[in-house]
Antibody, heavy 121, light 111 residues
Framework: QLQLQESGPGLVRSSETLSLTCIVSGGSISSSDYFWAWIRQPPGKGLEWIGSVYYTGTTYDNPSLKSRSTISVDTSKNQIYLNLRSVTAADTAVFYC?????????????WGPGTLVTVSS | QSVLTQPPSVSAAPGQKVTISCSGGTSNIGDNFVSWYQQLPGTAPKLLIYEDNKRPSGIPDRISASKSGTSATLGIAGLQTGDEADYYCGTWDSGLSVNWVFGGGTKLTVL
């Protein structure tokens, strides 16, 4: 059974770079059927898609983040990464990684439990 | 301000049916499949509906969905207290730039 697990520092200083890892088990991120996505949720607010990456390294990114984000993959480790630069308090959120179908509805069909990242000043 | 508009909250009694609307435009709902997600308190979202109206394995048939034009609707019949959650619609927006968008979410209260 597919499992996704996010990990990273729970606290990041303002203006620095937030770096997270998603470890995928029970399935290969090299499958041609899926993208792998990062989605965030500020406390008490809704979901925001950050971006998605294919095993080849092809990415789609949310333009609202103004190119602050970089999503990448390491197929040898079956891991996905997120870097978010120049963070502010507004970037405080629970960050989820999710598997996304690479066709049809492009649905997010499996999610990790999420990890809370707080940006401090 | 979300591209997809959902009511902030809905409520109904146990056993009743509730519907949650998701309104968008021609570049998102009008041109792409819609999916729906349930987020129980303190947990990650879970897929309820994909490709407008299809249920993944394990989702009961009291959960239904439809789409017409630029609006989508999620229906939950035979409400149970365990259905209390936040519900989100989502789809691609193929407007000026390719972008996955979520609705603002709807809090369902089972009275």
């Amino acid at each position: 059974q597919l499992q996704l697990q996010e990990s990273g520092p729970g606290l990041v200083r303002s203006s620095e770079t937030l770096s997270l890892t998603c470890i995928v088990s029970g399935g290969s991120i090299s499958s041609s059927d899926y993208f792998w996505a990062w989605i965030r949720q500020p406390p008490g607010k809704g979901l925001e898609w950050i971006g998605s990456v294919y095993y080849t390294g092809t990415t789609y990114d949310n333009p609202s983040l103004k190119s602050r984000s970089t999503i990448s993959v390491d197929t040898s480790k079956n891991q996905i990464y997120l870097n978010l630069r120049s963070v502010t308090a507004a970037d405080t959120a629970v960050f989820y990684c999710a598997r996304q179908l690479a066709s049809g509805s492009w649905t997010f069909d499996s999610w990790g439990p999420g990890t809370l990242v707080t940006v401090s000043s | 301000q979300s591209v997809l508009t959902q009511p902030p909250s809905v409520s109904a009694a146990p056993g009743q049916k509730v519907t949650i609307s998701c309104s968008g435009g021609t570049s998102n709902i009008g041109d792409n499949f819609v999916s729906w997600y349930q987020q129980l308190p303190g947990t990650a979202p879970k897929l309820l509906i994909y490709e407008d109206n299809k249920r993944p394995s394990g989702i009961p048939d009291r959960i239904s969905a439809s789409k017409s034009g630029t609006s989508a609707t999620l229906g939950i019949a035979g409400l149970q207290t365990g259905d209390e959650a936040d519900y989100y619609c989502g789809t691609w927006d193929s407007g000026l730039s390719v972008n996955w968008v979520f609705g603002g979410g709807t809090k369902l209260t089972v009275l």
